[in-house]
């Protein structure tokens, strides 16, 4: 039985037994028994078994969102699965309904962070100053669920280069990025160094991109998880040692991913082994690549 499959039949019995007066404290309670189902998930090694598992969870979770859609446990679960659920199967493939993903995930989030006082009407009236005043006020509990949309929220921006309404938020992007890496730079495995590579890495000076910048933040992602990130090495290959025409750097990074993190935590495990793929295909596209 599917984690999604177990935990619906356990939602539904309850809410039946319990009565629609009990609603929103089993909403809550689901929220903390997916986060057990998500540290299953992230240890697992099959990437065909994790897709689908993901993709059934992420639309339970939104079923349960509709009806607590500011529910702050629910809402970092239903964020976190769609980011992490664009980037691992669709992004390579399918690039466009990536971006759409990203920008749920995003909406979703923020629509969960209306509380912070400023923080949305800010981001609204694209205000540089009234933002960063708005992030002094994320709570420490409210951090996991600010991390993941801020990611899916650079993940849009990053994938819509064509459109103003994304380009416009660039600076703001940037700003929380930079928050994040102030107030606990080794969350989730680096993760704000993850984010800081990329947004860097990706784009052309003119539009805040800084190549050395992000080579920074990559290596410093490796060193701080301990070289158990892979993703870093592979986004380090992918994004500033192809745009530099580094093959060296680029032929380092990827070499022996396949017996790379062995020994990393188990909610590293299915991340790795995405990264490893990517790492493959990225590698046999060198020639085309390099010039």
């Known amino acids: 039985m599917t984690y999604s499959i177990r935990y619906t039949i356990l939602a539904s019995l309850c809410l039946f037994l319990m009565g629609c007066s009990m609603k929103g404290v089993m909403l809550s309670s689901m929220g903390w028994l997916f986060q057990d189902a998500v540290g299953a998930l992230q240890s697992e090694e099959d990437l065909t078994l994790a897709e689908y598992s993901l993709a059934s969870d992420i639309k339970l979770l939104d079923a349960l969102l509709r009806s607590k859609p500011t529910d702050r446990v629910l809402s970092t679960l239903v964020v976190q699965g769609r980011c992490s659920f664009a980037m691992a199967f669709v992004e390579e493939e399918e690039p466009d ?17 209306e509380h912070v006082p400023g923080l949305i009407d800010s981001i609204d009236a694209r ?10 006020r994320v709570r ?6 600010f991390f993941w949309t801020v990611s899916a929220w650079a993940a849009w921006v990053n ?22 890496l102030n107030r606990d730079e080794t969350f989730f495995f680096a993760g704000p160094h993850l984010m800081a590579g990329v947004f860097y890495s990706s784009r052309p000076t003119l539009l805040g991109g800084d190549p050395q910048k992000g080579r920074h933040h990559f290596e ?15 986004l380090l290959a992918e994004y500033y040692a192809v745009q530099m025409q580094d093959r060296g750097l680029f032929e380092e990074a990827l070499a022996d991913l396949e ?24 590698f046999l596209e060198a020639e085309d690549l390099f010039f």
């Open 97 to 113: 309904r990536a971006v759409t993903l990203y920008h749920r995930a995003m909406r979703d989030g923020l629509r969960a962070l």
């Open 127 to 136: 205000n540089e100053d009234t933002f960063v005043e708005s992030l002094s």
């Open 140 to 145: 420490r509990r409210d951090m996991p669920l």
């Open 159 to 180: 994938g819509s280069r064509d459109n103003p309404e994304a380009t416009s938020q660039v600076v703001l992007v940037e700003r929380a990025i930079g928050f994040l």
């Open 220 to 234: 410093r992602c490796i060193e701080l998880s301990q070289g158990c990130n892979l993703m870093a090495r592979v």
């Open 259 to 282: 017996k790379s993190g062995a020994t990393c935590p188990e909610e590293l495990i299915l991340m790795n082994q995405v990264a490893r793929r990517r790492g493959a295909r990225l």
